[in-house]
């Protein structure tokens, strides 16, 4: 058991932490913008006048992309339905709209590909998950990205030693539902009691409380413009602020 410590809080008999990872492992803003432009153009030359309520419901703006908005912390699957809806919304049926929508995301993907070389781990990550490694803590990754680019994500910075599990969101149940982190923690052989949630949203925060997790940090440092919460029992503003003793 370890005891994690966060600016003035104490967290005792800790035996796993889930991470988030895009925003809060690996530095996703400048290729979610990028993606979000590129995904609203493809449907938009197909169906007029629909990128500017597509990049609404994304929560992205010329300049800015909220962190707590659909593009930064949705699924594949309901960033497709919002954007299927904008597209629904002019007159097409539900299935055509979907199709348009499924193929401009495939599209979009082949202009940003491998995604995990455009997400590189942001700073002192790395040194963070090691030190929690060698002290016994057991790790974990719980994305809203699929499971194929958390794995890719793994693959490419070469920690795979350093987590015991890790998974993504592949279907309709995406954070902020519990089950998911209920899930993950079984993977890891751990309790949601004994378990930290690490993430960038509020989504996070809701999750694990609902899950009955023994705490919920916040991290601020994955995005220009971080969107606070009060959902959290504490917040961070580095990595360095969070240490560990037996």
Not at 34 to 54: C, F
Not at 154 to 177: C, M, N, R, W
Request: net charge negative; proline share 4%; aromatic share 8%.
């Amino acid at each position: 058991m370890a005891t994690i410590h966060c600016l003035d809080h104490s967290f005792t008999n800790i035996e796993a932490i889930v991470f988030d990872k895009d925003g809060t492992l690996a530095n996703v803003e400048s290729y979610l913008m990028s993606l979000g432009q590129i995904r609203s153009r493809l449907i938009e030359a197909k169906v007029p006048a629909v990128q500017a309520p597509i990049l609404l419901a994304f929560g992205l703006e010329e300049t800015y992309i909220n962190p707590a908005g659909l593009l930064a912390v949705g699924s594949r699957y309901e960033n497709q339905i919002a954007a299927a809806a904008s597209v629904a919304s002019t007159g097409y049926n539900w299935l055509e709209a979907l199709e348009v929508v499924e193929s401009a995301f495939d599209e979009a993907d082949t202009y940003l590909i491998p995604k995990a070389e455009h997400t590189p781990l942001l700073a002192h990550t790395l040194e963070t998950l090691t030190t929690l490694s060698k002290a016994g803590v057991k790790q974990g990754i719980l994305s809203a990205d699929s499971s194929k680019n958390v794995q890719a994500f793994l693959d490419t910075y070469h920690l795979q030693e350093l987590f015991q599990a890790a998974q993504g969101v592949d279907g309709s149940i995406s954070k902020p539902d519990p089950s998911l982190f209920i899930n993950i923690c079984a993977q890891m052989q751990t309790s949601p009691n004994r378990t930290l949630m690490i993430g960038d949203a509020p989504v996070d925060m809701k999750m694990a409380k609902s899950a009955h997790a023994a705490g919920c940090i916040y991290v601020n440092w994955g995005w220009h413009h971080p969107v606070p919460t009060d959902l959290a029992d504490v917040s961070l503003d580095s990595w360095q602020q969070l240490t560990c003793s037996l």
